[in-house]
């Protein structure tokens, strides 16, 4: 068992098989929603946050082995490694404590110090360093030279104090105690730069501002930082020097006397010019780093609500993208989210807006309308409403407000444009928003999930770990509700455990070539869909009309015989078995246990048996907003319902029908103490608010969940 493994499982508390098993599968490149699914003998049933915290630790683990053997090489190559060095260095498991050994080895650019080193000077130094001489001043006289342009002892002396400097910035010991003194004490303070007022109206709460950065929250951070990149801010961060010097001084200061005169100088000039700087630059490194964590946190978790929206299902809907100036234009989607038509009203032309909207939704049955939350979307919604359905003798379809954000990016993007070639982008725009009702995670994986408008500083956030995480979350969604294979999209099926871009866009040219798939066997017939891609893959891919009823299940096709054995020792078939829950309750598991599959993967194909591809997104309810419709209909102390648009770390975004959306404040947001808005409120969710304060000039709107 190789040290990464006794590791991790320490430090998450996991049996080091768990882990040792873990790393094996994502060797052998099996995705996490599959070893999550299917391989819960092996792993002890880890679910999909540990598989991924013990991927995230293995690679900082190799990262810092990589690290270490760079600097070994460096060493050698230089021969600056002695058997002591080595030994530190192989201990050492933290990449700070690995840098701050290496520091006094790092090649360096010209320093005050190296500078010093090439005037003969470090002897010198040395000397003074360990307290070897009385007089720093008389020991200089030697070291006079000047050829080497060492003019006199107090030039001497210079250049030996810039050395000792430089050893007390590149101490261990002190590196370790200064960091964790400024992740304690240090202060972040923010000013407004003189002359910058213009501008500046966003970050006024920070023009003289000053907080603890062990108690400053992620989102107050990041909004600093973007002051400061913009050029309104100007931050300082640092802890209280005199305390910082009684650092040094206890781990460099010895007795009294000339020496420790000198040293004592040398303590404070250490500080200002070394020391100090590389603490706050660290620092705001490690800020930064954790700011982001959270940032992304929150993104994926607000992303995860939003794809996991209950679905209206597969049933005919009209979407309506409303507008004033250039109407409204409204498509009609078969159940399959096909669309079948598309036109134009005008909400000032209500006779002929009426007509044409009964006229369309008797023609093609629909069952719901999908409305915009955009410009005149609660206009559009109100004239739905009072529509006279019986004028055409069908029954009112559910009218249901839809946000559209992000539906004009898709609109015009290349997804778009190969979906419908012949349309512009108003009718694209519409589809989008009838087929979000639809089925909201097949339509917005087709956007990145930066456009959908659910995050927090995302622009100002590391963009490869924010895409990396978000990625990874609609991965999760799409396999936990699984891919209908004759469907779905291109950009649905890329996110399938095992299929990628490439043989997402293999399995759509296979199935418009050779008509829709069968069985799941068939998918081994695609174009570089090879036997690893089918092991991953085949499990979260559906076919509702295949011959083998297992095949529309999450029952992966390597069990199909053990289900297969079910039904003969009953004796019925597998339809019968999948049928009969009398038949399921007398199958005793235990008999069905192999070296392969163990009870956790038989209690799963029992329950998959009990509802086959059962959708684990909840059932639409539709939020029914209050007659309120813009800001002027609002007064302070309304209880209005609404739906959380959006969730950060300083409080809740709530949709109540006005075109913007209200702020619940993290303190409103219970009337008990929360750590954060996550505690409480999800994204989509329904809730009932209190308007607290309405700001027309801002555009603004306070509200409180306090009850």
């Known amino acids: 068992m190789n040290e990464h493994v006794k590791k991790i499982a320490e ?29 819960k003998e092996a792993t002890g049933s880890l679910d999909e946050v540990a598989l991924a915290a013990i991927r995230d630790l293995n690679e900082k683990l190799v990262a810092l082995d990589k690290r270490r053997e760079a600097i070994l090489k460096s060493l050698t190559e230089r021969n600056l490694l002695s058997e002591e060095l080595q030994i530190k260095i192989a201990a050492v498991d933290n990449l700070n404590e690995l840098e701050d050994i290496y520091l006094p080895y790092k090649v360096k ?10 005037k003969g000077l470090e002897p010198l130094a040395l000397a003074i360093f360990q307290y070897k ?13 000047s050829e080497l342009g060492v003019k006199d002892a107090a030039q001497a002396l210079a250049g030996a104090k810039d050395i000792i400097a430089e050893w007390m910035s590149e101490d261990q010991k002190l590196r370790k105690a200064m960091r964790d003194y400024w992740s304690k004490k240090a202060l972040l303070t923010s000013k407004l730069i003189k002359g910058k007022e213009e501008g500046a109206e966003k970050f006024k709460d920070y023009f003289d501002w000053s907080e603890a950065v062990a108690k ?22 640092a802890p209280d020097d005199e305390e910082a010097l009684i650092i040094m001084d206890n781990h460099f200061l010895k007795g009294k006397g000339e020496v420790a005169e000198l040293i004592e100088v040398t303590i404070e000039d250490a500080y200002d010019r070394l020391v100090a700087p590389s603490m706050e630059s660290e620092l705001r490194a490690e800020l930064k780093k954790r700011a982001d964590i959270e940032a992304i946190k929150i993104f994926s978790k607000n992303l995860r609500e939003l794809l996991m929206s209950p679905p209206f299902g597969q049933k005919s809907i009209m979407a ?71 004028a055409v003798q069908i029954e009112k379809p559910q009218i249901v407000m839809v946000n559209e954000s992000g539906a004009s990016i898709y609109s015009a993007s290349e997804v778009a444009r190969e979906e419908f070639p012949d349309h512009d982008i108003t009718v694209r725009g519409a589809v989008s928003i009838g087929r979000r009702l639809m089925d909201p995670l097949a339509e917005l994986v087709k956007l990145d999930p930066k456009s959908i408008g659910v995050g927090q500083y995302q622009h100002d956030v590391d963009q490869n770990e924010l895409q990396k995480s978000l990625d990874e979350t609609v991965v999760s969604c799409v396999n936990a509700v699984g891919v209908e294979l004759n469907t779905a999209s291109k950009e649905l099926l890329s996110y399938v455990s095992g299929v990628g871009k490439q043989i997402a866009g293999n399995i759509v040219k296979y199935r418009s070539e050779n008509g829709p798939f069968k069985s799941r066997s068939e998918l081994k017939k695609v174009s570089r869909l090879g036997p690893k891609a089918f092991e991953q893959s085949a499990g979260f891919l559906r076919i509702r009309q295949a ?35 009398e038949t399921r309750k007398k199958i005793e598991l235990d008999k069905y246990v192999s070296e392969k599959i163990g009870l956790p993967t038989l209690r799963d194909i029992m329950q998959e048996l009990e509802k086959p591809g ?69 994204v989509r969710q329904k809730v009932e608010v209190t308007v607290l304060t309405v700001d027309k000039a801002r555009k603004r709107i306070s509200l409180s969940l306090k009850r």
């Open 11 to 39: 430090r998450l508390s996991l049996k080091p098989q768990q882990v040792e098993a873990t790393l094996a599968l994502f060797d052998d490149d099996c995705t996490i929603p599959f070893i999550a699914r299917y391989r």
């Open 109 to 118: 650019r010209k320093t005050r110090a190296g500078q010093a080193r090439e």
């Open 133 to 145: 001489v009385k007089s720093p001043l008389q020991a200089a006289q030697e070291y006079i030279n």
């Open 216 to 237: 400053a929250p992620s989102h107050r951070l990041l909004a600093l930082f973007r002051g400061e990149s913009e050029g309104f801010l100007k931050l300082s961060l």
């Open 320 to 390: 309506l993208d409303p507008g004033f100036r250039t109407g409204c234009k409204i498509v009609c989607l078969s159940s399959q989210g096909d669309l079948l038509s598309h036109d134009v009203i005008y909400l000032h032309q209500p006779d002929q807006a009426s007509a044409k909207l009964l006229e369309l939704a008797k023609k093609y049955d629909v069952c719901a309308i999908a409305v915009g939350n955009g410009t005149a979307g609660r206009e559009s919604e109100k004239f739905l409403q009072e529509l006279n359905w019986q």
């Open 547 to 581: 011959a083998n009823p297992l095949d529309a299940s999450a029952v992966h096709p390597e069990s199909y015989k053990i289900v297969e054995q079910m039904a003969k020792d009953a004796g019925v078939s597998v339809k019968e078995l999948m049928q009969s829950s």
């Open 614 to 682: 059962r959708d684990p997104r909840a059932t639409l309810e539709v939020v029914k907003f209050a007659d309120v419709h813009t800001l002027d209909d609002l007064q302070e102390g309304m209880k209005l319902p609404g739906i959380v648009t959006n969730v950060t770390a300083f409080g809740a975004f709530v949709d109540i029908g006005v075109h913007q959306d209200g702020l619940v404040h993290i303190s409103e947001l219970s009337n008990k103490f929360i750590k954060e808005p996550a505690e409480v409120v999800t």
